[in-house]
């Protein structure tokens, strides 16, 4: 069965320091993998979505950047973190059929 | 564009009462449906989906939720609540071409009281 993993789980950075979150999925290969930002009454917001390795397409502006070196990997990150960073950083995978499964989430909090 | 509202951001039940969480979209054509949980602190779960066919789709948990074209709604529904059941929960559209694309609802909190 497929798996996906999330680490880690939770993180405190200061603002200007950099970022790196790490998804790997399991059970599976070349799935559609997305990155999304879940903050308080806001619900899920995409940020980054791929096809396959290196390819990656980004839905919102912003200080963020992601890349996916190997089929099963996905990384989210920053050179210089901002305070509307923090949040609720949630990994996905899609493969044939429509729905998405998630990961277990990494919480950011900026200071 | 695609969207979704959940019009309930906050909803309280006694344990072992009914329920139903609302979701209404907007899509040119029939979308693909969904309803996802989140307890505290966790990653999301599917509950259940709908692509085509019987508008009646049955979950996970005993949750069942119905697709009403006319009211451009999916609402999920349960009969009995239990205290497990409490957490937040995300309705979601996507395209039915199999775009990358789903949109999610703000979700609906659900509260569960003795």
């Known amino acids: 069965s497929q798996t996906i993993h999330q680490w880690p789980a939770t993180l405190v950075q200061p603002v200007g320091s950099p970022l790196s979150l790490e998804c790997t999925v399991e059970g599976t290969s070349n799935p559609n993998l997305y990155w999304y930002r879940q903050a308080a009454g806001r619900g899920l917001q995409l940020l980054f979505y791929s096809v396959g390795i290196g390819q990656i397409s980004s839905e919102v502006p912003q200080n963020l950047s992601a890349s996916r070196p190997q089929d099963r990997q996905f990384i989210l990150s920053s050179k210089k973190l901002l305070l509307s960073d923090s949040g609720f950083y949630l990994c996905?995978?899609?493969?044939?059929?429509?729905?998405?499964?998630f990961g277990p989430g990494t919480r950011l909090t900026v200071t | 564009a695609q969207s979704v509202t959940q019009p309930d951001i906050h909803i309280t039940v006694s344990e072992g009462a009914s329920l139903e969480l609302r979701c209404n979209y907007s899509y040119g054509a029939t979308p693909y449906l969904f309803w996802y949980v989140q307890s505290p602190g966790q990653g999301l779960q599917l509950l259940l989906k709908y692509f085509s066919g019987d508008t009646l789709v049955q979950g996970i948990k005993g949750f069942e939720a119905e697709f009403k074209r006319s009211q451009s709604s999916f609402n999920l529904r349960k009969p009995s609540v239990h205290w497990s059941d409490a957490a937040e929960y995300f309705c979601?559209?996507?395209?039915?071409?199999?775009?990358?694309?789903?949109?999610f609802g703000t979700g609906t909190k659900l509260q569960v009281i003795p």
């Open positions: 996905a995978w899609r493969q044939g059929s429509y729905e998405q499964y």
């Open positions: 979601a559209v996507g395209p039915p071409w199999g775009y990358q694309k789903v949109t």
